[in-house]
């Protein structure tokens, strides 16, 4: 806010920098991989059950990401710039991987590291946000979804260019640089980044598993999740 010393701004302006356009890249990936599906069944020979079991390995990975990192994040919220910078690194390793696979089973497990990355960036990138903007917190919590509403609707014009110059492991691999840059810039620029650092036993697995456990599993079994 207005209120806050220059350097808080500056720091708060640097972390929106890195984290909203960043978030498109992960989106950009799951989507344009979609397109990519189309074009890998047919050179690999898949049968239509395998190419389908990819989509669903990539949502598995996801979802089960999604749903465990918001625990581990709340511990290690001191941590929250080496958890982004993590996340980078599982996409871009994954991705390479893909682009290397000799075989269907390697490509199975390197989408799911790679989901697995994509998945574990939003919870640290919103609660950094949220703490780091707590007057402005819904516009930049917006700006942040809406980057990835963007990378979602350019993907398939992105892969759909690249397939007419590269193979579908090529257009894997091109991105991979440039998750390898954005996650040199985190490291460097945003690894000591993050809220305070919680007290020990407040920190362990245990106490944070007694505490958010039970209203996870409510939530699952309400009429809602079914």
Do not use: C
Request: hydrophobic share 50%; net charge positive; proline share 7%.
């Amino acid at each position: 806010g207005r209120g806050r010393a220059p350097d808080a701004r500056r720091k708060a302006r640097l972390i929106a920098s890195g984290v909203i356009p960043a978030q498109p890249v992960g989106h950009v990936y799951a989507w344009g991989f979609l397109v990519l599906l189309t074009e890998s069944h047919g050179v690999l020979g898949l049968a239509p059950f395998q190419t389908f079991f990819l989509d669903g390995v990539l949502s598995l990975a996801a979802g089960t990401t999604s749903m465990s990192s918001g625990l581990f994040v709340d511990m290690f919220q001191h941590r929250t710039g080496h958890i982004l910078w993590l996340a980078m690194v599982l996409m871009g390793v994954g991705y390479l991987l893909v682009g290397m696979s000799p075989t269907y089973a390697v490509i199975v497990l390197s989408i799911m590291v790679a989901s697995a990355g994509g998945a574990l960036w939003p919870p640290p990138a919103l609660a950094l946000l949220s703490h780091m903007y707590p007057d402005r917190r819904g516009l930049r919590l917006a700006m942040h979804r809406s980057s990835g509403n963007i990378g979602e609707a350019i993907s398939p014009i992105i892969v759909w260019a690249l397939l007419l110059t590269l193979s579908w492991r090529g257009v894997v691999s091109a991105g991979v640089p440039v998750i390898a840059v954005i996650a040199v810039l985190i490291f460097v620029f945003m690894r000591n980044v993050g809220g305070a650092k919680p007290e020990p036993d407040k920190a362990s697995f245990r106490y944070n598993f007694q505490r958010k456990g039970p209203p996870l599993a409510e939530a699952m079994r309400s009429r809602g999740m079914l």
